[in-house]
C-alpha cells in the first residue's frame, strides 16, 4: 500500500510538471524582435521616454502586457503588438528580458539631487516594494538604472492618475503627494543607482 501512495504522488508531480510549463528563452528572444525598435537592442531603451526592459523581473514584464492586451492600461504604439500576443509569447518575453543584463546607469553628474532622491524615497519608504537595491522582485519594477525621464513621467502619471492598470492604487497612494521638485530628485536618484 505505502509503495501505491509514493508511485501515485510522484505520477501527481509529474502530471503537474508537464502542466507548468516553462518558458522559451530562445522563443522570447525571437518574439522581442518586435519589441527592439522603441525598447532598444537587447532591451536597453535610447528613445526618450521608453522604458528599458533588460534586467526587469520576469512578472514584471508580463503584466503591463496582459493589461495592455486588455485595454485596461492604454498605449497606441503598444495595442497592435500586444493584440499579436498568445500567453505563451508574454511568459517568454518576461523570461527573455528578465535574463538579461540592466542598463547600466549614467554617471551622477548631480550628487546633490540624487542625495535629495534618496530622501523623497526613504521618505515614501520606495524600498519596501522595490527592494533596497531598487531592483525590484516578481511583479515589483526594477528602478536602478531605468530612463530618467521615464520616470519622471510615470510618476507624474501615477500623480494624476492618468496610469492604471497594475499596481496603479499604491502608486498612485505614493506618488500623489510628492512635489514637481521630489519626483524630479526621485527619478534622478533612481536613474543614476
Not at 86 to 106: H, Q, V, W
Request: aromatic letters at 6%; charged letters at 20%.
Amino acid at each position: 500500500m505505502r509503495h501505491g501512495v509514493v508511485a501515485g504522488g510522484a505520477l501527481a508531480l509529474a502530471l503537474m510538471s508537464v502542466s507548468v510549463q516553462a518558458a522559451d528563452l530562445e522563443a522570447g528572444k525571437a518574439k522581442a524582435e518586435l519589441c527592439a525598435g522603441c525598447h532598444g537592442e537587447n532591451g536597453v531603451s535610447q528613445t526618450e521616454n521608453i522604458p528599458s526592459l533588460a534586467g526587469q523581473q520576469d512578472q514584471f514584464v508580463q503584466w503591463p502586457l496582459v493589461f495592455f492586451r486588455a485595454g485596461t492600461r492604454k498605449n497606441e504604439a503598444m495595442k497592435p503588438i500586444v493584440d499579436q500576443l498568445t500567453n505563451e509569447d508574454i511568459r517568454n518575453l518576461g523570461a527573455y528580458f528578465a535574463s538579461l543584463t540592466p542598463a547600466k546607469a549614467p554617471p551622477d553628474n548631480d550628487p546633490d539631487l540624487s542625495r535629495k532622491g534618496a530622501e523623497a524615497a526613504a521618505g515614501r519608504r520606495c524600498a519596501s516594494c522595490h527592494l533596497d537595491s531598487y531592483a525590484g522582485t516578481k511583479g515589483v519594477a526594477r528602478l536602478a538604472g531605468q530612463r530618467e525621464e521615464y520616470l519622471v513621467k510615470a510618476l507624474h502619471d501615477y500623480k494624476s492618475g492618468q496610469r492604471v492598470g497594475g499596481s496603479q492604487a499604491a502608486m498612485t497612494d505614493v506618488a500623489y503627494p510628492l512635489s514637481a521638485e521630489e519626483i524630479t530628485a526621485l527619478a534622478h536618484y533612481l536613474a543614476h543607482l
